[in-house]
Each structure stands twice: as structure tokens, then as C-alpha cells.
């Protein structure tokens, strides 16, 4: 199987490339700078270099691919909306010119309002288009990443962090190694089939309040929270900007998250081959189904 792989060296999709070399699989690599690669798996991969805004360039770096993984990149600069929309004309021409027979997309949750979600509704346009190419599609509606409490250390380390949401509203979070499982599993089963929704969360909805007890709990160093004081339309502003961070999932994607097999999958046969397993604290999925998405994590997975 010819699996090629966008932003290989981003949270995600790092441990997707692991996953799927420790699975027997040469993946194919897209990304800008070959050289940001790391060593070790740098002779394991056919790496592409490729600009993902390009689609002329992304056409031609997956010829002869039978699955994709796709995550839309932002380059920080300008309109994200744009440069989800130019990113989409990218994946939608591979897919269409050269027949892949399937994708799983990196989404999020809120991807299912479709509009109203600031950034994320540029996540839903890419599923929409996907959808519209008529090819098996996974789309992964991932909660907040856990690795993202990392752009906050210096506030933390001065003393209180400053946050859009009310301290005690629940969301879904989730680590990005888990994701990858998540993602390479369904890249590997061949028992799935048309267009699935898979969320993929941590194993509760946590509070920042929640959240700041256990970073105390395993630094010793007391993790104050404070609600932002900013005016409703600064609010606004702030929640389109981070809008990644702070959409919930809705009903739907809630019962999405509890299911253990895409509803348009047929029944599987028998359980595809499972990853081998990486060094360290694991989560456990099931590979008898295309995949398990509401993870069940061990305490230091919450870090």
C-alpha cells in the first residue's frame, strides 16, 4: 500500500510516519524542508519536498498513491479562511486526477456547525469538498491539543494564564500521539468504506480549572487561572482567532465519539493487521473496527 503523508513533522503527523514504519509501510512524505525530518526516520521515507498551497506540485508528489493523510497547513500569515481554501483545491485535485482511493483528513470538533466557527469553518469547507470528490473520506473531529499548553509557559511560569471560556466549561482534549493511532489505523484497515466522521477526545471533557489541577498535580507548581476581562466584541474577536481551541462538539459528534466502526463501513471480516506498539506509556485502541476514537488514556497522557 503507497500511503503519502502531509506535515510530517507537525504533532500529528510525526507519530502517524512512526506509526505506519513500525507497521511495515514506506510512507511517502509532503512537506517543504526535507531537512526537518528526523534522523530517524529519515531513511525510512520517501520524503517529497512541496508546498501544499501548490497544487500543481501536490498533483504530482502523490502519483500512484492509494491513500492520503491530509491536514491543512496555516502559514500564520493572512486570512486562514483563504489559505484553508487554496490548501482544499490542493487535496481536491490529487485526489480527483490521480484516483485516490481514500483520505482521512485531520479536522476538528465544531467542523459540524459548518458555519459560526471562526477558523474551523475552513476545516469544514475542506470536508465538504472532500466529501463532494466522492472518495472514501475519514474526517477526525480532534479536540484541543494537549501539546498546546506548550505556547503558554512563560505565562504559566509568571503566574496566571488568561483564558476566552468561562473556567468551568467542559471541552474535549486530546493527545496528539492519539490522534496519529487514530489516523493510521484507519490509513492501514481495509475494512472501511464512503464517507465516515470519527471524534477523536481525550478520555473526559475537562474545565481549565480541571486542567490547572493536574498540571499542579504532576509539576508541584500551582496553575492559576483567570477569565479574560475583554469587552463582547473583543471576546468575539478572540474566539474567531482561537476558535481551534475553543469549539465544543455537538450531539452528533458527541455519539460519533462513541462508536467503534464507521455506520457506512460493512461488517468487517476480520481485524486488520495492529501497529506494533511504541516504547512507553500507550493508549489502547481497538483494531477489530477501523478504530476506537474515544481514547482511553493512562493519567501521564494527559501531559
Known amino acids: 500500500m503507497r500511503i503519502a503523508v502531509t506535515t510530517p513533522t507537525g504533532n500529528v503527523g510525526r507519530h502517524v510516519v512512526a506509526t505506519l514504519v513500525r507497521a511495515g509501510v514506506r510512507p511517502r512524505v509532503l512537506l517543504r524542508d526535507p531537512g526537518r525530518l528526523a534522523p530517524d526516520v529519515r531513511d525510512e521515507v520517501d520524503a517529497v519536498p512541496v508546498d501544499q498551497y501548490d497544487a500543481d506540485a501536490v498533483v504530482a508528489a502523490t502519483r500512484d498513491v492509494d491513500a492520503l493523510f491530509w491536514v491543512n497547513p496555516t502559514s500564520g500569515h493572512g486570512d486562514p479562511l483563504a489559505e484553508y481554501a487554496r490548501a482544499t483545491d490542493s487535496v481536491v485535485r490529487a485526489v480527483t486526477e490521480n484516483r485516490i482511493g481514500r483520505v ?38 480532534c479536540g484541543y491539543f494537549f501539546t498546546n499548553l506548550e505556547f503558554e509557559l512563560a505565562a504559566l511560569r509568571a503566574g496566571t494564564l488568561q483564558v476566552i471560556l468561562p473556567l468551568d466549561q467542559p471541552m474535549a482534549w486530546v493527545a496528539p500521539r492519539d490522534i496519529a493511532e487514530v489516523a493510521a489505523t484507519r490509513l492501514l484497515s481495509p475494512d472501511w468504506s464512503g464517507r465516515c466522521v470519527q471524534a477523536v477526545h481525550g478520555p473526559a471533557d475537562l474545565t481549565w480549572r480541571e486542567v490547572g489541577d493536574i ?50 463501513s460493512p461488517a468487517p471480516s476480520g481485524p486488520p493487521p495492529r501497529p506494533p506498539s511504541p516504547p512507553g506509556p500507550t493508549t489502547s485502541y481497538d483494531t477489530g473496527s477501523p478504530t476506537t476514537s474515544r481514547k482511553r488514556a493512562a493519567g501521564s497522557r494527559f501531559l
Not at 105 to 124: M, N, P, T, W, Y
Not at 127 to 132: F, H
Request: glycine share 8%.
Open 104 to 141: 482521512v483528513f485531520q479536522s476538528s470538533v465544531g467542523a459540524e456547525k459548518r458555519h459560526g466557527a471562526g477558523e474551523i469553518d475552513g476545516l469544514a469547507e475542506t470536508e465538504i469538498a472532500l466529501d463532494g470528490t466522492g472518495v472514501d473520506v475519514t474526517h477526525l473531529r
Open 215 to 264: 498540571l499542579t498535580a504532576a509539576t508541584g507548581r500551582r496553575s492559576p487561572w483567570s477569565a479574560s476581562p475583554t469587552t463582547p466584541c473583543a471576546r468575539n474577536s478572540a474566539r474567531r482567532e482561537w476558535s481551534r481551541a475553543w469549539s465544543r462538539p455537538c450531539s452528533a459528534c458527541r455519539r460519533a465519539s462513541a462508536r467503534t466502526s464507521c455506520p457506512n
